[in-house]
């Protein structure tokens, strides 16, 4: 889970909001202290925006909810040349009144140099649950290269180095597996990446890695293997290329959907047969009606 970074990242966003508290609205600009009415033209996205995607479902809740109450958080931008001004903060808020077909936004102007602007881009993305471990790792390298060291990087995040280390563990892993993350990104965790960067640096080989890896990640893939193990079974079919996956138990697994959207799965597997839905995804109402629906069918 990514928590840890989050809770810390969480405190400049908090940072930031006093800065929203404490502005008064004047005509005449005070930079990092003046509430400002810009134009959208004038504005262009982070440079160093980690989201690359944003919910089209959230937009819209985003829409409806300032169509309704206004906009109740300005966000915060930084000037740059020309009178133009570049999104600090807040570029959901800013998509969303451009969706509108609105023209103007308000808008915190303050100094903020690179380093300052990509740390709060990350930090105001890492605070929803939906940014996986990998995203958060590429949002940090794509920032390193702001700051003389990693101990900068991670003292400005208020981050252990160790933790740190173990983001950025994921780009020192073979090119196959990276490629295989950026399609699901959510299922290797850091930790395990850190573990597999490790397992393959120890290695006495580099025959088999790429067979190794590509079998590895069929059996995540399918959950008949622990992401926590993926170092383990790497290393073992390193060490034995012929010892193959042939003793796994073959397990069968289906989607459960919503729409277009998969939210769960059904999952058999030797004797046991599961159903996993996200939590987030179903009311208790609806929780207890799948409950009371398995208890009857299997009664």
Same mark, same amino acid.
């Given at each position: 889970?990514?928590?840890?970074?989050?809770?810390?990242?969480?405190?400049?966003?908090?940072?930031?909001?006093?800065r929203?508290?404490? =502005?008064?609205?004047?005509?005449?600009?005070?930079?990092?202290?003046?509430?400002?009415?810009?134009?959208?033209?004038?504005?262009?996205?982070?440079?160093?925006?980690?989201?690359?995607?944003?919910?089209?479902?959230?937009?819209?809740?985003?829409?409806?909810?300032?169509?309704?109450?206004?906009?109740?958080?300005?966000?915060?931008?930084?000037?740059?040349?020309?009178?133009?001004?570049?999104i600090?903060?807040?570029?959901?808020?800013?998509?969303?009144?451009?969706?509108?077909?609105?023209?103007?936004?308000?808008?915190?102007?303050?100094?903020?140099?690179?380093?300052?602007?990509?740390?709060?881009?990350?930090?105001?993305?890492?605070?929803?649950?939906d940014?996986?471990?990998?995203?958060?790792?590429?949002?940090?390298?794509?920032?390193?290269?702001?700051?003389?060291?990693?101990?900068?990087? =991670?003292?400005?995040?208020?981050?252990?180095?160790?933790?740190?280390?173990?983001?950025?563990?994921?780009?020192?892993?073979?090119?196959?597996?990276?490629?295989?993350l950026?399609?699901?990104?959510?299922?290797?965790?850091?930790?395990?990446a850190?573990?597999?960067?490790s397992?393959?640096?120890?290695?006495?080989?580099s025959? #088999?890695?790429?067979?190794?890896?590509?079998?590895?990640?069929?059996?995540?893939e399918?959950?008949?293997?622990?992401q926590?193990?993926?170092?383990d079974f790497?290393?073992?079919r390193?060490?034995?290329?012929?010892?193959?996956?042939? #003793?796994?138990?073959?397990?069968?697994?289906?989607?459960?959907?919503?729409? #277009?959207?998969?939210?769960?799965?059904?999952?058999?597997?030797?004797?046991?047969?599961?159903?996993?839905?996200?939590?987030?995804?179903?009311?208790?109402?609806?929780?207890?009606?799948?409950?009371?629906?398995?208890?009857?069918?299997? =009664?």
């Amino acid at each position: 889970m990514s928590k840890d970074i989050k809770s810390m990242l969480s405190q400049k966003l908090s940072e930031n909001t006093t800065r929203h508290a404490n =502005a008064k609205q004047s005509p005449h600009l005070d930079l990092g202290n003046e509430l400002k009415r810009l134009a959208l033209n004038d504005i262009q996205p982070n440079r160093y925006q980690p989201r690359t995607v944003f919910d089209t479902d959230e937009l819209e809740a985003l829409k409806e909810s300032i169509k309704e109450a206004g906009l109740l958080q300005p966000i915060t931008v930084r000037p740059l040349e020309d009178d133009k001004y570049e999104i600090v903060a807040g570029e959901r808020r800013f998509r969303a009144i451009e969706q509108l077909g609105k023209k103007y936004i308000d808008a915190i102007v303050r100094q903020t140099d690179d380093g300052e602007l990509a740390v709060l881009a990350l930090a105001e993305n890492a605070s929803r649950q939906d940014l996986c471990d990998y995203e958060i790792a590429q949002a940090l390298a794509n920032i390193q290269s702001l700051f003389p060291n990693k101990s900068r990087l =991670a003292e400005s995040i208020g981050l252990d180095r160790k933790e740190l280390y173990r983001y950025l563990s994921y780009h020192d892993l073979p090119q196959i597996l990276q490629d295989k993350l950026k399609e699901k990104p959510q299922l290797i965790a850091r930790s395990a990446a850190y573990a597999i960067k490790s397992t393959l640096s120890n290695s006495k080989t580099s025959n #088999d890695v790429d067979s190794a890896i590509i079998e590895a990640w069929e059996l995540l893939e399918t959950g008949q293997l622990d992401q926590g193990k993926m170092a383990d079974f790497i290393a073992k079919r390193l060490n034995n290329p012929n010892n193959r996956s042939k #003793d796994l138990t073959p397990i069968e697994v289906r989607p459960i959907t919503s729409g #277009d959207r998969q939210i769960g799965k059904f999952k058999s597997k030797g004797k046991k047969y599961t159903v996993e839905i996200d939590t987030t995804e179903i009311n208790e109402e609806q929780r207890q009606q799948i409950e009371e629906f398995i208890q009857k069918v299997v =009664a």
